[in-house]
C-alpha cells in the first residue's frame, strides 16, 4: 500500500530551526508538497519538490531524495506563528495526492 | 477574492438526513475535489473532478456523491448521513489534475456533526 509518515508532534523554542521528516512509500512519484495547516483553517502551499536537492524559500526550506523515499522541512527563526500542522502530501502515478497525518508544530517562547 | 468559498461553515444533523455541501471557485481551475480530514488522519480524497461534466472516486468513496454541472460548482451530497461521517470537509481546487506541480487551493472548509 501507499504510506507517508511523519512525526505526530514536535516542539521547539522561538528563534531555532527545527526540521520535520517525511518518509514516504508511493506506486510511483510526481512531487512532494508541504502544506502549512494553522489550527480551525485550511491547509496552504509552503513548498513543492520533484528533483533531489533542496529548495529555499525564505525562512522555509525543502529537501527531497527520492532514492530514499525521504523529505524533510526545515524552519528556521522560528516565530510563534509557525506553530501549525505540516501536512507531507505526494504525487503517485496517477496523479493522485497521498498524504500523511500532520506534524504538529509547537513553538515555545 | 479569488479563491474557493465553501458553505456551510458548520452543521449539525439527524443521522439519515440528507445533505448537500456546496463548494464555488472563481479560479476556473479544471480540478476540484472533496476531502474529508479526521483527527489523527491525512487528509483523505471522497471524489475528484478533472474537468466539467466528469467525475471519479477516491480513497473513502462510500456514502458520497459528487457532481460537476459546470467549472464552478462541485456540490457534495451525503444521501443519508452516518455518525462516522462526522469530519471537516474541504473542497480543493488546482489547474490541471495530471500535473506534478500543481498547487491546490483549499476552501474554509465545512464542519459537520451527525447525530
Known amino acids: 500500500g501507499q504510506n507517508i509518515d511523519q512525526p505526530t508532534e514536535m516542539t521547539a523554542t522561538e528563534g531555532a530551526i527545527v526540521q520535520i521528516n517525511c518518509t514516504y512509500q508511493?506506486?510511483?512519484?510526481?512531487?512532494l508538497f508541504w502544506y502549512q495547516q494553522h489550527a480551525g483553517e485550511a491547509p496552504t502551499f509552503l513548498s513543492y519538490?520533484?528533483l533531489d536537492g533542496l529548495e529555499e524559500k525564505g525562512r522555509f526550506s525543502s529537501f527531497l531524495s527520492r532514492s530514499k523515499g525521504y523529505s524533510y522541512l526545515l524552519l528556521k527563526e522560528l516565530q510563534m506563528k509557525d506553530s501549525a500542522s505540516y501536512l507531507c502530501a505526494v504525487k503517485d502515478s496517477n496523479y493522485q495526492l497521498i498524504w500523511g497525518a500532520g506534524t504538529k508544530l509547537i513553538i515555545k517562547p | 477574492i479569488a479563491g474557493i468559498t465553501q458553505a456551510p461553515t458548520s452543521q449539525i444533523l439527524a443521522a439519515g438526513r440528507r445533505m448537500t455541501l456546496r463548494c464555488t471557485q472563481d479560479?476556473?481551475?479544471?480540478?476540484m475535489y472533496w476531502y474529508r480530514q479526521d483527527l489523527g488522519l491525512g487528509l483523505r480524497l471522497i471524489h475528484y473532478s478533472n474537468t466539467a461534466g466528469t467525475t471519479g472516486k477516491g480513497e473513502v468513496p462510500d456514502g458520497y456523491s459528487v457532481s460537476r454541472a459546470n467549472t464552478d460548482d462541485v456540490p457534495l451530497t451525503l444521501a443519508s448521513a452516518v455518525p462516522s461521517q462526522t469530519s471537516v470537509y474541504f473542497c480543493?481546487?488546482?489547474?490541471?489534475?495530471?500535473?506534478?506541480?500543481?498547487?491546490?487551493?483549499f476552501g474554509a472548509g465545512s464542519r459537520l456533526t451527525v447525530l
Open positions: 479560479m476556473r481551475h479544471n480540478a
Open positions: 508511493t506506486s510511483g512519484f510526481n512531487g
Open positions: 519538490n520533484v
Open positions: 480543493a481546487s488546482s489547474g490541471q489534475a495530471s500535473s506534478g506541480a500543481n498547487v491546490l487551493t
